[in-house]
């Protein structure tokens, strides 16, 4: 069975091996971008189940790859799990409602939530979660992808 592909953007090498491996470990396909630039052109080439993504990457930061994501098709509803140094508690609705985060955590993560919202929005094979539907702000299958 093909295993779910989450896109993972994150420019630190120590979280990005601590997310990629846990992630790896229940059952996804992790791919893994360090640049925002890099981001937007692995969701386009490998359309994957979710993102999980750094707001303050180099070159494009999350909330203005959120926004290109949003623009097109079906990536509008694509779950953006966003992951950021920068939150504070008064900025987290701020920053969700102007991004539409799927959902918003700040640094350092709790491992356990940053999973639990993976499967959530993306169920893998191997989890016990993978036998909820997804959720039904996914909307219909994909369509092409048609660049930007």
């Known amino acids: 069975m093909t295993r779910p592909i989450i896109v993972l953007a994150e420019d630190h090498a120590d979280t990005c091996n601590l997310y990629l491996h846990l992630l790896d470990s229940v059952g996804y396909d992790v791919r893994v971008a360090t640049t925002g630039d890099a981001a937007l052109a692995l969701v386009r080439q490998v359309r994957p189940a979710a993102v999980v993504l750094d707001i303050g ?17 079906w990536f509008r509803n694509l779950p953006i799990i966003a992951v950021t140094g920068w939150l504070s508690a008064g900025h987290r609705l701020d920053h969700l409602a102007r991004a539409s985060f799927s959902e918003l955590f700040g640094k350092p993560v709790d491992t356990r939530e940053l999973l639990a919202a993976v499967q959530r929005w993306a169920p893998s094979t191997s989890s016990p979660s993978s036998m909820r539907a997804r959720p039904a702000a996914l909307g219909p299958a994909p369509t092409p992808w048609m660049g930007s």
């Open 57 to 73: 990457l180099p070159g494009i930061d999350g909330i203005e790859i959120c926004a290109r994501i949003r623009q097109h098709g």
